[in-house]
């Protein structure tokens, strides 16, 4: 629909100009990105794509990958054994805090903060750490519809500087809330976020979520129906910092954000939408980003994306 394409280059002119933000740069590698960069994808589940800006641009995945992870665990384990292990209780607090770390917690709080998706990462099944990391890489490639791989750069920067996620590890194995070996489990986890995906890929992966885990490109299922309403549950609670609440009110659909820049969004039975730009506020959370959302959610695509028809 022509109306939509130009409503998103509208937006993108408007916003392409703030500078407000800053890089992540607590992982070295992704201090590294470049500040203009500005995309905005939305795919819908009849396949069409409405695109802006730097929507090839390849960037790490980042927290946006702890979503399809616990996906993935919810496949491995089911939702009532999972649910034991790593809770759904949003926190309020930054994604790296340790504050509610303590020997009363039985468990790490929801799979979107550090602490449950680390405990998550190392629940997912595999003979060994190269098979896990197989299993990982091939329910990505579902969602995206393509080969997707590990940017080994900002893998070993992370896993050379992630003293605070080792901390967290750490604190879990000795409240026994996870298990050894913990180094295998933080690779994977520095693994899954280093995953490279474009603007493009992750309003596919969205589209995926919202297509009730059959990616709509490719019509191959990714993640079984039974899981995604607990999945964008997660997502719609926990996916956005502690930023969720606002976002909740200011946009209300299920999202995920990530430290190098990227939104998804999941519009059920309609649509998945992206949009990367790596400056951030200081809940972490894409300046841009928040922009483009919050004017999607006033448009009149407001009808689309709290999920009535508006005939796209
Ligand atoms: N790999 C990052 C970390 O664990 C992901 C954080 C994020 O995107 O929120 O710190």
Redesign the pocket.
């Known amino acids: 629909m022509a109306q939509v394409q130009t409503f998103l280059e509208q937006l993108y002119h408007e916003f392409k100009g703030i500078t407000d933000g800053k890089l992540a740069s607590?992982?070295p590698e992704l201090a590294r990105a470049d500040p203009g960069w500005f995309g905005i994808s939305i795919v819908t589940l009849d396949g069409r794509s409405f695109e802006v800006g730097d929507v090839a641009q390849k960037f790490t995945i980042?927290?946006?990958s702890k979503v399809f992870v616990y996906g993935m665990a919810l496949e491995d384990y089911g939702r009532e054994k999972l649910l034991r292990k790593v809770g759904v209780e949003p926190t309020g607090d930054p994604?790296?805090s340790l504050i509610r770390l303590d020997e009363d917690s039985k468990r790490p709080d929801n799979p979107m903060v550090?602490a449950g998706?680390i405990a998550t990462t190392g629940l997912i099944t595999g003979s060994d750490p190269a098979e896990r990391l197989n299993r990982m890489l091939s329910m990505f490639e579902r969602y995206v519809g393509n080969e997707v791989f590990v940017d080994v750069s900002t893998f070993m920067s992370?896993k050379t500087t992630?003293h605070?996620?080792r901390a967290m590890a750490h604190l879990m194995l000795n409240f026994g809330m996870i298990e050894q070996p913990i180094e295998e489990a933080l690779d994977l986890?520095?693994q899954q976020?280093a995953v490279l995906v474009t603007t493009h890929d992750l309003a596919v992966m969205a589209a995926t979520l919202a297509n009730q885990g059959v990616n709509p490109i490719t019509g191959q299922r990714a993640v079984g129906s039974e899981h995604v309403r607990d999945i964008l549950s997660v997502m719609y609670t926990c996916g956005m910092?502690n930023f969720a609440g606002e976002w909740a009110f200011r946009v209300g659909i299920p999202a995920k954000?990530?430290?190098?820049g990227g939104i998804m969004a999941v519009v059920p039975n309609q649509a998945g939408i992206a949009v990367f730009s790596p400056l951030l506020d200081g809940h972490?959370n894409s300046v841009r980003g928040l922009k483009v959302f919050e004017a999607l959610s006033r448009f009149e695509l407001g009808g689309f994306l709290r999920g009535h028809q508006l005939g796209l």
């Open positions: 607590y992982i980042q927290s946006i994604f790296n550090n998706a992370e992630g605070r996620n986890y520095f976020c910092y954000s990530g430290v190098s972490g």
